[in-house]
Nanobody
Framework: QVQLVESGGGLVQAGGSLRLSCAAS????????MGWFRQAPGKEREFVAS????????YYADSVKGRSTISTDNAANTVYLQMNSLKPEDTAVYYC????????????????WGQGTQVTVSS
């Protein structure tokens, strides 16, 4: 099993920035790729960004491309999501995920999930 703990969410005004963190523990040797998803109220969970094994490649949803950066600290088994120029439509619970089957980064098949961290962007 892999345990994931997110942090860094909060309330921010439109145009502001947040940096989400996700620390992995447990069977971290089974981590191939890591990623972020989000779920807004009344909507399905959607892909936000992912990063391949050894951070060779990164992938972003069109909705966040150019405003967000995913990165990892492999030594600390941590993945980050830096979000800039936040918009009210970015409001959602953000979930960290691990793909334990592919190191390509995308397509991303989440096998483990964190509990989520709330991001609220006010207008």
């Amino acid at each position: 099993q892999v345990q994931l703990v997110e942090s860094g969410g909060g309330l921010v005004q439109a145009g502001g920035s947040l940096r989400l963190s996700c620390a992995a523990s447990g069977r971290t040797f089974s981590i191939y790729s890591m990623g972020w998803f989000r779920q807004a109220p009344g909507k399905e969970r959607e892909f936000v960004a992912s990063i391949s094994w050894r951070a060779i490649s990164t992938y972003y949803a069109d909705s966040v491309k150019g405003r967000s950066t995913i990165s990892t600290d492999n030594a600390a088994n941590t993945v980050y999501l830096q979000m800039n120029s936040l918009k009210p439509e970015d409001t959602a619970v953000y979930y960290c995920a691990v793909d334990a089957t592919s190191g390509l980064g995308y397509p991303f098949s989440p096998g483990y999930w964190g509990q989520g961290t709330q991001v609220t962007v006010s207008s």
